[in-house]
């Protein structure tokens, strides 16, 4: 089982280029699919960014494409989510979510094929 927090959301303007960190907790962090995802007010929660256990394979919600990069370094038990040129319609809180599967080396964009999530932490963009 692993424990999971968000950290760096708060007010930020429009195109700034703030970063959060998902730090996970535990010694098993690398077999962990670790995804983030939004909620914006009154709108369900959406996929944002997923991140293969190793780093490796990458994908992104059409929204953010091209705005947002994923990483991950597991020898800090942390994914990362660079939020470059960000809009007012970011705000929303985020949330990193995990699952575990030693055998899985892809990424998956789903909320139920997450098991474990943060607290999550709020973003907002002021025009």
């Known amino acids: 089982q692993v424990q999971l927090v968000e950290s760096g959301g708060g007010l930020v303007q429009a195109g700034d280029s703030p970063r959060l960190s998902c730090a996970g907790s535990?010694?098993?962090?690398?077999?962990?699919?670790v995804g983030w995802f939004r909620q914006a007010p009154g709108k369900g929660r959406e996929f944002v960014a997923a991140?293969?256990?190793?780093?490796?394979?990458?994908d992104y919600a059409d929204s953010v494409k091209g705005r947002f990069t994923i990483s991950r370094d597991n020898a800090k038990n942390t994914v990362y989510l660079q939020m470059n040129s960000l809009k007012p319609e970011d705000t929303a809180v985020y949330y990193c979510?995990?699952?575990?599967?030693?055998?899985?080396?892809?990424?998956?964009?789903?909320?139920?094929?997450?098991?474990?999530w943060g607290q999550g932490t709020q973003v907002t963009v002021s025009s």
């Open positions: 979510a995990g699952f575990q599967d030693p055998y899985y080396y892809g990424v998956r964009k789903k909320l139920e094929d997450y098991v474990y």
């Open positions: 535990g010694r098993t962090f690398s077999m962990y699919v």
């Open positions: 991140v293969s256990r190793n780093g490796a394979v990458p």
